[in-house]
Structures are given as C-alpha cells and as structure tokens.
C-alpha cells in the first residue's frame, strides 16, 4: 500500500541573537489535539505550493514575519501521528532572517520567545524532546527521521544523516 502522508512544514524562528525561538503555545482552542503544548510554527502544505513557500506562508499567516533566509534541518515521518491515526511528513526548517514583529498571540495561542537551551523544560510533544536537540546541534547535514505514533503516543524514533 503506498504511503500517502498529510505534508507539512514546521518552522523554529531563532531571534537576532540565535539564542531564542519563537513558539506558539496552543491554549487557544480546547478542541486543540495539541492543547497545552509548546510547538513551532506550520502546518500542512497547500495542493499549489512548494515546501518552502508552504514554510513561509505559514510562519506570515501565525506570526506576521516575512522569512528573508531559512535553512531545511530535516524530515520527519510521523506514521499514525493524526487525531485519527492518519500519517504525517514534516519538514523542518530555521529561520533566522525575518522581517517583522510578532503579535503577541495568534489564534491557536500565546506566541513566546523561549530560550533554545529551555526547550525541553516546556510541554511538548513527547517526540519533539527527541528531534529538537538534532533542529538546533549546528550540523549542516539534514537529518531524516521515522516516529511512529500510536493513540498518541510515540512508539519509537530512528534517525539517519
């Protein structure tokens, strides 16, 4: 059977001096599967774009930012990830050039400056703990990552570079 996942983009804006990243807490919307967790910024790409401009229509359309440079950091499958066990595959990106101010909120949640090395004190999903640390090492090789998820749960997690 083929695999035919949902695509999306998800997006890690770092400030100025690269020592913070932009989040949305998503508190907004309690029908939200991801209520009270930390997340970055994206969601599914459109039938007409590419990955990239899917990227920064996402980051204009939840922060306001208009992305000058972003870097791919790498690719995940999420087999099983959706609200009803639908697969995902997620493209992970930097921006570190923007123009712009964040609102302080946006629909899904509060928009917040966190800290990179404070990350995994937030609530997140249980997977991010796992890919975030390879998002930010400084490696120039993308990673590309398989996390399979089952009721909401992360099964496992196996990367290669």
Known sequence: MPYTPILATLGYVLSPDGRRCLMVHRN???GDQH????????????ADEDVLSGMRR???EESGLV???LQLRGTIS????????ED???????????????PAANEEGDLEWVDIDRLDQLPLWEGDRHFLPLVFDGDP????????YRDGRMQSWTYSR
């Open 58 to 60: 996402e980051i204009r």
């Open 88 to 102: 995902w595959l997620g493209f992970l990106f930097v921006i570190d050039r923007y123009s712009g101010q964040p």
């Open 35 to 46: 209520l009270g967790k930390y997340n970055g910024l994206g969601g599914k790409l459109e």
């Open 67 to 69: 992305c000058e440079s």
């Open 28 to 30: 907004a919307r309690p």
């Open 78 to 85: 999420w087999p099983g990830f959706g609200k009803h066990g």
């Open 141 to 148: 090789r993308p990673f590309h990552g398989v996390m399979p």
